[in-house]
Structures are given as structure tokens and as C-alpha cells.
């Protein structure tokens, strides 16, 4: 069971909500993932209408919104689109984003600390996507992030896991659930983030993007379901020399 | 479904008998990989006792036995054991493995060749774990083997897909199924080898050495799933630039 | 030639002073290096000798001293070093590194671009030690640092460019040198960071620990070299598909 | 020095003489790289010619000619072709390349074998191009050939150590030098080729389709350099963990 702040969850899959050709889709693979856990931005929503077409099936399903802050380049707009966010949706959890880099998408350490330090403070569950930076991961942690999100790879490059190294020590180091966000492309990257510990991975794209996200979704939930079950059983090490699974003395001979 | 010869198989994860603590344990592992294809070493099996231990339990199963001529280093041994094989276990199926080298227990192309060719005109049906070598792949197909079992990197050494660029040729190039065999040490590995389009893997060491086999067996029959039905649903491409999974203009802008 | 703030380098390998088994194999490893920048640590100088067993023979080389603020785990603490350095070193050159963590020597980002800021304002050439993140670094940028020194892997691990992904989009979106620093453990990792388009990297831990070191720095020089006029002349991009050096239709035909 | 059969090489770089886009640049690519070796295809030539454009500059330059049999689809072929060739050329060196397959021209194991045997036989020095398969650069050795030239990645692929994996087993088993040919597409690659222990590197498309050969020439030149002096010099070992090159203590304890 995965618990963050005062909650668990079955499962270890969280998804992303933007991209779907349609929310029907969304739901679907919502579905099919078993996921528990998805993250919608603040933007996507028309909050003054009744029946949001994004927000309504996420609602029936009954799922925890995660609303992130994406679009937001400064501390100060991400703790005001917070308070929208809380208000509209009626949930304290946060996924806290803050990217002034069009491009690439890149977190700013500097503004998502010090966002995720208010915003603690103001009563959010704070989840930071940020670099996978050992000593952010470390500060977030410290002020009160109930997990932190360093990512594996840009968003939506399906690179999978690009900061594997730094994502190790992260791992090593955390007291809170580590949830690898961003550039996984495929399931066995997802399989691979959850062999090295991590409580969680976040996908989006991958899913959304493909000819079949209701499968794909299916996919990535057995792939997160494989890599954790293979963490807790205990990994082989590596070894740069054959054991043989079979005999290699000539059998010939015990004829 | 996987198809190899004539018989049909649900699941596409191939399993080793070898290096398993007890018979109990191999026969749990098995079960919980729902695996229905078996090698086994004919060195380790006692032919004359009625209840060999290996044996009997995988009999009881009513798993395709596969067995292997691992040990073997020239095609004469290869082909003396295949027969021995074929009239002790009644089966016609074999992996054919002939590896003169005992430190990496790396298959010799030739004379892999030279048994495929033989055993497949006596009648085997023939499953040669050989190099991740392009042509000889194709050669092993030409002279009528059932499948091809490249190896992903040395066996027993749980490096994974280390002959991944090789393999992707192989798998554009076969028109039999194409299994990849040793060195996958954990399901993200295996969820890989499906992703590029791979049949079926097999894994030994890797399950057999963990602390807790059955669990790894549930772990690697997980990815093995997630990993074809990924490359069945369409994986996406990889990307150098972000692609935004959620809007990346201010949101502040359209309040 | 390398420019950073007012100085051009002929060499674009910069050197760490720490860990060679004696100061005259560390100016030998300089003088073969052809390095015109050496970093060290502060704390290795006993600033009240007249004759400092580890400065005396870098001054006597004639290159730019770098010296670092290793040690330090504030910006407060960094901005003391780095005043006692000026005053004891006669330069305002400094590499800025502050690690509070003792395990993995991994840089704070927010206390290095705090105490960058300061620095630069104090008068100083501030070159940072800094994790492979984006955005941090084009911060560190904007505060008025000469260059930028993102990590290829942690500290002495000789691991190479475990963060490449994050370095590429450092490198595009940089408007100041961009120095490769920690991690390069081999002339082929120096040579992959300069063909990506780096400026010049840093070599300590490899070169110094080396069974030869004086050799080994000669190594890392041509490798920068190497990479270097390399990235100049433009590389060949990647192809899937093999590209004929040599004819591949059948040359018989041709007689 | 590399020692292949009864020469002397200062270089262990060779050049692949095809896709130039002049002799001329051919020709000042070989100078500038100091290469002693260079392959060209025979059907490249114009034999009855009194100046071949291609052969002749080679000629003039005292390099050793080291004719191929690309284009070749069989042993008998490439027999018959390297007999050509040495009346041709006036040398019984040789490069045996069989590749039937035309797209990724992956080399034949099975012929290559067969007409390595009888060309040694023959009175050539052979060094064919092959897969990097341990057993078959065993054997390939063990009928005499000169060297074995293992694949990095496919022909013109510019992927690098694709089979880093295979080739380190090759070099490790090898008793005659080891030259890594075909995928090294940039310096970095060469370099990590010659640290792995390889005797020497071939090159040719990364070269010859740079936008600079002559500059690229030179720059791969200093990194087999860099790379054999750092294998000589005796590379650190990776390492998970940070180790200091400067002193983490806090160094403001000391004051």
C-alpha cells in the first residue's frame, strides 16, 4: 500500500489527465489503470461550468484529484492557482508545479521551495514536481512535502530513466514516497523507476499519446505492479561473468 | 497467443528449471509465472529413477518440457543428447545450447548450425539459444528451426538488454518467433525485450536466485505482459523537446 | 579558445588539485595536462606557511588558481571561504561548491545561487559547482556567474554523464560556458561532454587516483581535444540503419 | 605499437577509405589521422587504369593497403576476391568482409569462418570483420587469423559500443589484437573502444561524411590515442559513492 499524508492507495500508478483525444478515453484508461490517484491542470478546467467535461468523469470515478499548477512561472501564482484550485475542487492535495522554461517544461527549484513551504503552511498536501536533484529533494522533504516528484526525464520526451543516477541517491536518502515523474515512455521504465525503490511513477503522455491508451494504461499498471513486486522480493546484482543456470561440465561424462 | 510449431501457448514467458533452492520452489515458481514452457537440463535429471525430482513435479504440471543440451560443446554431443532426451522425456521439442566456453558459456554459432540442421531433419522441433548475431539468426531460421533464442547479454549475468541494438535487427528480420534468452535479471529487462517486439523471453537466473522466486515469477509474468501488450498498443516515439502534458501558457492569462 | 569573464585558455581541461599522492605529482599531472586552470580546496592550505606544499608548485606554473569553496554548507559559509581565498590567493576567481551533504558531496541549489549572487556583487569571477538542472543554471546565469559547472555524476564515482539529457538542454539554452564537473571517470567520458558542446570539463578524482597519473592527464587533454574539434566539425547523427562504407552490391557483377 | 602479424603500426587508428567526397579528401583525411592502415573495396578500383583516383594517392602516402572483400556474399566469393586483390594490390593483406544481407550488412559467421580457413591457408594475413560473438572470435583465432575485427553497432550506424557487453568477453579471451570495427560514429566511442583494451579501431563513415573529414580524422586520431594511454595508465573503478576530492569536513573547523 502506498500511503502519502493520511491516505493509501492501492495502487502505485498515477496519471495525468491532459493530452486524451477525448475524456471518455481519459476515464477508460483511468479504468484500466486502476490508478487512484490523477492529476488535472487548474487550466483545463472550466470551473464555471456545471458539468465540466474533464472534471465530471473524474469525479464519478471517484479517484483522488491531484490539481497541479502547471502554466504558473513564480511561487506567487502557484500558491494563488492553490487557493483556486482548493476552492474549486474541493481538495487540499496539490501537485505543485512551477516551470518558467516554455521548452523543456523545466522546474525552478528555487520558486517551487519556496511555494511548497507556504503552501504547507497554508494546509496543503504539497507534492512537488522538481529536478532530480538529491539536496531539492532533500529541502522539500524538510519543509513539509508529504512526497517529492523529481523527474526521469523532459515531460513527454519518452526517455525514461535519463537522471537514473541521481534518482538512486534521491531514493536512498528519502523519507517520503518518491514518485518519478515525467519522461516515462514506455512500461518497462516504469518497471524500472519502481525496481529502484520508488514508491510511485506519474504518467501522462505515454498513455494519452498512444494509438491505444485504454491498453496502454493496462500496460503501465501490470509494468509498476512487476517493478515493485521485484523491488520487495529482492533484485539479483548484477555480475560480468556467466553463472551457468545449467550444468556446463560435460554432461557426456555422468553417463 | 504465442505460436511455436504447431502448439499454441497463453503465456510468453519461458522459464529455467535450474538453480531453484528445492524442486518445491521451482514447481511454486512456475506455477505462479503461469508459465507453460519449461527447459530443463538433461544432466540434472536422474532417468533411471522413476521420481526424478526435477521431473516429476514439472510432469504434474502439464507444462510443455523443453529440455536443453546445455553442457554439450560440439554438434555430435549435442545431437547424442537431443536423441537421449527425445526418448526419455517423449518429447520432440528441444533448446539446443552448445557453449565451449565454461567461464561465459557463450553458444558456438557453428556448430549451433551445424545441430539445428540435423536435429530439425530427425525430426526435433528446434529452439537454438545462439548470439545475438543477425545473419545467424536468419540461418537458424533457414534451415527450419521453430525459433530463434538470441541472448541478451551473458547468461546468469542479469545484465539485461546489452545486445538491444542487435536484437532490434533480428526481431525486424525473423519470420519465427523471437525469444529472447539469458541475462534478463529483472522484469523491467524482460517488459524491454517485449517492448521491441520480442515472442516470448526466457528467464532462469534471475527468478531461481531471488530471495523470494515465486514472487519474482509473478513480477517477470507481469511484465512480460505489460511489455507486449505495449508494443501491441503502439509505443510512442522518443523525444529530444518537451512535449507539455498539461498547458504551458500562463493560465493567470485566460482568468 | 576559452573564454570565461576577462581570460581566454588555450586549454579547455580544468584540474583538481585534491588527491594526488604527492604535490610534485599533482604539477607534474598540471604540466601534462596542459591545464591553465587548477581548482583547490582551502582547507588543504596551511595559508601561514611561507612556502604552502601544495600552492607553491602551482604558482610557480604560472596557471589561473581556482580555489574552491569545498567544505562550506551555507551561502553564508561559502561567502567567508571565498573572501579568505581572495585575500590569501590574491585572485577573485572562485569555484563556488557548497555541499551539505557528506555522503554524496551533492550541490544545494539555493544556497549556491544565494551565495552566487552575493559574490558577484562582491566582485568575484564565480564559477558554481551545480546539480545538470536547466533552470538552476540559467539562474545561476542571470545573477552574473562567468560560467556554469553542472555534474556529470556524483563526485569521484568515475560514472561519466549520467545526467547527458539534462546537459544537452543546458548546454542549448546557455549564453555562458558551460564546464562539465564530477563524475568524468575516463578520456571517453571527457571527450562525450565536449562533443555534446561543452565549453571544457573538470578531471580530478580519475586522473589523481590513476595508477599513473601523469599519463592519465595527458589522456583526458587529448580527449578534450578530441571531443572538442569533434563537436567543431559536426558529427554524424545517429541512424538505425547501416549505411554502406564499402559497396554492397555484388562487386562480381562489375568484372 | 600495434603488432599485427609481422608489422608494426604506431597508429591504432585505420581508415576506411569509401563515401569521401574527393580522393583528395581522402587522402588529407589519412594524414591528418596518421593512420598506417587503409581498407578500400576492390570494386572501388578501376584495376586496369594506369592511375586509379582512389589507389593512387594511397599509394603515394606508404600506408598499408589493407584491400576488402565487401560486396561479397559467400566464402567462395570473397576467396575469389582476395586472390584478385593481392595480384592487384601486390599484398597479401586482407580484410574479409562477407555480409549477404544488404540492408544492416551484418557479416555471414558461418562463411567468414570458412573463408578465413582457407585464406590463411592461402598465405593471407586475414582480418576479417565479424559479429561480436566470443566464440566466433575464438575460433576465427584459432584458423589463424591476424586480428579479429568485432562490429560496435552496424556498418555507417554511428551508435558506438552497441555490443560493449560481448566485446569486453572478446577482449578479455582474445590472443590477437582486438580491432573494433563499424558504428563508431564520434570520438567518444573510439576512445571508450581503446579503454575497454581494444588493439586498434576502424573507421570510416563517421569520418568521411563529417562536414569536416580532415578535422574529424585528426580528432578521432587523439582519441584512440587518449584512450590507449588511459587503458595503459589504468582506469579508476565506478563507484555508487561520492569520494571527496576535496575535503568535506567543515574546513571553517579548522580556522
Known amino acids: 500500500m502506498l500511503r502519502i499524508a493520511d491516505k ?13 483525444a ?12 486502476n490508478c487512484q490517484l490523477v492529476t488535472l491542470a487548474l487550466k483545463r478546467l472550466e470551473l464555471d461550468k456545471a458539468h465540466d467535461d474533464l472534471l465530471s468523469p473524474l469525479k464519478a470515478m471517484n479517484v483522488q484529484l491531484l490539481p497541479n499548477t502547471s502554466g504558473t512561472k513564480t511561487a506567487k501564482e502557484a500558491v494563488f492557482a492553490a487557493e483556486l484550485a482548493r476552492e474549486a475542487l474541493q481538495t487540499h492535495w496539490l501537485k505543485l508545479e512551477i516551470h518558467p522554461d516554455a521548452r523543456y517544461l523545466m522546474p525552478d527549484p528555487i520558486e517551487t521551495l ?40 523532459a515531460i513527454g520526451s519518452n526517455q525514461g530513466l535519463q537522471t537514473r543516477a541521481m534518482l538512486e541517491i534521491i531514493i536512498e536518502q528519502a523519507t517520503v514516497p518518491v514518485i518519478i515523474d515525467a519522461g516515462l515512455g514506455a512500461p518497462s521504465h516504469a518497471a524500472a523507476a519502481m525496481e529502484l525503490g520508488a514508491a510511485a511513477v506519474l504518467v501522462n503522455t505515454a498513455i494519452a499519446s498512444s494509438e491505444n491508451p485504454v491498453a496502454m494504461a493496462h500496460a503501465f499498471a501490470l509494468a509498476v505492479e512487476a517493478g515493485h513486486s521485484a523491488f520487495t522480493a529482492g533484485l539479483a546484482h548484477h555480475s560480468s561473468q556467466a553463472i551457468a543456470s545449467s550444468p556446463f561440465t560435460d554432461f557426456l561424462a555422468a553417463l
Do not use: H, I
Not at 477525448?22 to 489503470?33: E, G, K, N, T
Not at 522539500?140 to 523529481?150: F, N
Open 22 to 33: 477525448s475524456p471518455q478515453l481519459m476515464q477508460q484508461a483511468v479504468a484500466a489503470s
Open 8 to 20: 493509501t492507495f492501492n495502487s502505485r500508478l498515477l496519471l495525468g489527465s491532459g493530452k486524451f
Open 114 to 153: 519556496l511555494a511548497a513551504e507556504q503552501l504547507v503552511k497554508l494546509g496543503f498536501v504539497v507534492l512537488p514536481y522538481c529536478s532530480a536533484d538529491p539536496v531539492l529533494c532533500k529541502r522539500l522533504e524538510q519543509v513539509g512535502c508529504a512526497a517529492v516528484m523529481p523527474l526521469g526525464a
